[in-house]
């Protein structure tokens, strides 16, 4: 799959690895190694329940954690050379906890992590055999998950990145099972091409060639593209979008990304910001501000991929994903402070801060998504610093339905990722009130992430449920690699939007 955008010497492939599920024994599977989960106890670590291993690779095991006092701690690993009576040369002790004694959303995600980070330091192997940690279906799911995960390996101009390209996972292979497998592996290959995005220099990717990357990906599935150039974008009333763009050499676009099977239980509707660069505009970003600024596309990049692997997995639900792409530069056509522009649907908004444009592009597709009448309205943003300052690597749900919000946070506690649920108070909205337009689209700096909520709030058709989802701090890792997540984009909300969808199914 082609995934990077450019000139030849600078193509990339996708790093998906393939997941199957066997019964065979683990020491017995065809792989450069095996990695078995390790569960923390109150005295010591013991091997995770179902490895099957011989008798004599058990008691080597067993001194070994002995011996080297190992914890089982979610994410340590562990590597063994030379087990006895094992076929792999390697076994890799994968820390998951403990599995006994907590909720079962929490000792899933443990085994996601434990054993997505013993597979991410494996890149440099290519067959991974994984041994699930128990026989049920959900532990299935959650290594396989985690696994899937772990093993994305970043692209590198010029070459593909280190990888693991095969895993086989051992344990149940009911139907149950393969199908849980199967999810994982479509999650995975979601993920993946969504961090992949994230992770393009700015250079190679902006709003055209996002788009041609989204023409690449949709060929032969039952996803459909639509786009709005930028005559396009003016001649509909698309203002927000227009203005933050018109400061750059390259145009702005509004693309659309539908799947829509027969007779679908629901219409959801997502909606991305992708803001490809963030300068700041005018009112510039400070130097050390712009340098994860190429992930201001994250939300977009989640949507997208999560129309794609819904289609994938075939849901009985009909999604339409709407990206609002510009860059956002300063130059002598720049939006400056104190413009007012008209939004799809007719209201005026008054601009105080060109650094504040992720909620301009948001409201004009909100619009556009809501002219569709869907049964709810998702929207996903790394849009303030507010939120990272609040939650830091916790994800905020806002909206203007507490059931409809409270389904996007049981969905995103399922799936494993943190979201905490936000007001939306009535008090603030004043801040918003503008002389010159119907809307300031920026309050002060008392609850920022809320205020840019209230804002989105406005452009949502009357009656449709709404959440406004802001990723700011968890869709980019600038520190060390953990768990399943790379250093880099790290794809996340994608998880969250298949579990809400799948709720509709």
């Known amino acids: 799959m082609d995934l990077w955008i450019g000139p030849p010497s600078l193509k990339k492939e996708s790093l998906v690895a393939n997941l199957t599920i066997s019964t065979r024994p683990a020491d017995k599977a ?29 008691a080597h ?20 050379a030379a087990v006895p009576e094992v076929a792999a040369r390697v076994v890799v002790l994968a820390g998951i906890g403990e599995l006994d004694g907590r909720g079962e959303g929490e000792v899933l995600e443990d085994v996601r ?49 280190d990888a693991v390209s095969s895993i086989a996972l051992v344990g149940p292979a009911d139907a149950a099972a393969r199908k849980a497998v199967k999810r994982a592996a479509a999650l995975g290959e979601a993920v993946a091409y969504t ?50 763009g018109q400061g750059s050499a390259n145009e702005p676009r509004i693309a659309v990304v539908s799947y829509t099977p027969a007779r679908p239980k629901a ?58 792409l510009a860059e956002n530069m300063p130059s002598s056509t720049a939006q400056r402070p104190s413009d007012v522009v008209t939004m799809r649907g007719g209201k005026t908004v008054e601009i105080l801060n060109t650094d504040a444009e992720g909620r301009m592009v948001l409201g004009d597709c909100i619009a556009l998504a809501s002219e569709t009448s869907p049964d709810a309205i998702v929207d996903v943003a790394t849009l303030t610093g507010a939120q990272v300052v609040a939650l830091a690597n916790t994800a905020a749900v806002m909206g203007n339905d507490d059931a409809f ?13 943190a979201m905490w649920p936000m007001p939306l108070p009535k ?65 996340f909300a994608v998880r969250t939007l298949v579990s809400l969808i799948e709720s509709y199914a």
Request: charged letters at 20%; a positive charge.
């Open 30 to 58: 065809a792989g450069d190694a095996v990695v078995v989960g390790l569960v923390a106890g109150e005295d010591t670590a013991s091997l995770a329940p179902g490895h099957g291993l011989p008798r004599k690779a058990v």
């Open 61 to 80: 095991l067993k001194a070994v954690i002995s011996d080297l006092d190992l914890t089982g701690k979610t994410g340590d690993t562990t590597a063994v």
């Open 113 to 161: 992590r434990g054993f997505g980070a013993a597979v991410r330091g494996l890149a440099k192997k290519k067959k991974v055999v994984v041994v699930v940690p128990g026989s049920s279906t959900a532990l299935v799911a959650a290594a396989a998950e985690g696994a899937a995960l772990g093993a994305y390996g970043v692209p590198k101009a010029g070459a593909n990145g």
């Open 195 to 244: 961090r992949d995005l994230v992770n393009q220099p700015p250079n190679i990717l902006f709003p055209a060639t996002f788009v041609a990357s989204l023409e690449g990906r949709v060929k032969a599935t039952k996803v459909k593209l639509k786009t709005f150039d930028l005559k396009q974008l003016r001649s509909g009333g698309f203002g927000g979008i227009v203005g933050v």
């Open 267 to 324: 219409t959801i509707a997502l909606v991305g910001k992708g803001i490809t660069f963030d300068s700041g505009g005018l009112c510039i970003k400070p130097a050390a501000g712009m340098l994860t600024m190429k992930s201001d596309m994250a939300g977009a990049a989640a949507v997208a991929a999560t129309v794609l692997a819904v289609a994938e997995l075939g849901l009985p639900v009909a999604v339409t994903a709407y990206l609002g």
């Open 405 to 417: 919000r409270t389904r996007v946070v049981e969905a995103a506690a399922a799936a494993g990722e």
């Open 427 to 491: 008090e603030l909205r004043p801040a918003l009130d503008s002389i010159n337009a119907d809307l300031a689209h920026k309050g002060g700096t008392e609850g920022g992430m809320l205020t840019a909520g209230i804002f989105l709030s406005e452009f949502v058709g009357e009656g449709i449920p709404w959440s406004h989802i802001d990723i700011a701090g968890p869709s980019f890792n600038d520190k060390a690699p953990n768990g399943y997540e790379p250093k880099g984009g790290t794809g």
